[in-house]
């Protein structure tokens, strides 16, 4: 099956949003990953909720929300209303992560929990019936453009095992350092949902790039 392509708009021109999120619609791309940083959960601030129901008026495909925020259980409502189509918490930023799910759930959108990369699929166990995607981070939030880091193939494919073993459905998103080169090992592993922002933004051609991913062999 073709990988879920979700290009990460914060290394787009945010000057010609506009432009870019019509590029996106005109792409192969399957979802918009919208990355919200607070500056307390992450050390940099991105964009919020004027942003989004701005980038929401013009795209016309789902808005894949990744709340990078302290205390997001505060803004699931707001952000549902601004355009999200699914809204991903991190494990680390939820002491009641399973109360947060439900309200995720209960506004309609897909509900996804985010892993840092210091912290184990093991801990999802109790969880993972419950979510429809599992979003692993391959480099430290807070920031597009940096390395990934190997170890993620080792927790997908954990990841993967997780979810066989408790017959559960959520999707596996991989986000940070997505190119051609650690896609392909990604998908081999068992991830289902791709995020890249500086490979496709800043390429040459962003469509072909895309297109590209979408196409790998797993
Ligand atoms: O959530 C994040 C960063 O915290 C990511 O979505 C990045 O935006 C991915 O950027 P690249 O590594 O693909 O440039």
Not at 120 to 135: C, H, M, S, Y
Request: net charge negative; aromatic share 6%; hydrophobic share 45%.
């Amino acid at each position: 099956m073709k990988p879920i392509i979700a290009p990460s708009i914060l290394a787009a021109d945010f000057a010609n949003l506009q432009t870019e999120i019509e590029l996106l619609n005109q792409s192969a791309a399957d979802w918009i990953h919208c990355d919200i940083m607070d500056g307390r959960f992450v050390p940099n601030i991105s964009f919020g909720l004027p942003v989004l129901q701005a980038v929401h008026k013009h795209a016309r495909k789902p808005l894949d929300v990744h709340l990078m925020i302290a205390d997001p259980q505060l803004y699931i409502e707001q952000f549902q209303k601004a355009g999200a189509n699914s809204i991903t918490v991190h494990y680390e930023a939820c002491p009641h992560l399973h109360r947060v799910i439900e309200q995720i759930k209960n506004v309609d959108c897909k509900a996804g929990v985010a892993l840092n990369p210091h912290t184990p699929v093991a801990l999802l166990e109790d969880i993972i019936n419950d979510v429809d995607l599992v979003l692993i981070m391959s480099v430290n939030p807070g920031f597009g453009g940096q390395k990934f880091i190997p170890h993620t193939y080792t927790k997908v494919a954990a990841l993967r095992e997780l979810i066989q073993s408790k017959n559960a459905h959520a999707l596996i998103e991989v986000d940070g350092g997505v190119n051609e080169e650690t896609a392909p090992l990604l998908l081999e592993q068992g991830a289902n949902v791709l995020v890249a922002g500086s490979f496709v933004f800043q390429a040459s051609d962003p469509l072909q790039t895309i297109a590209n991913l979408q196409n790998i062999a797993s």
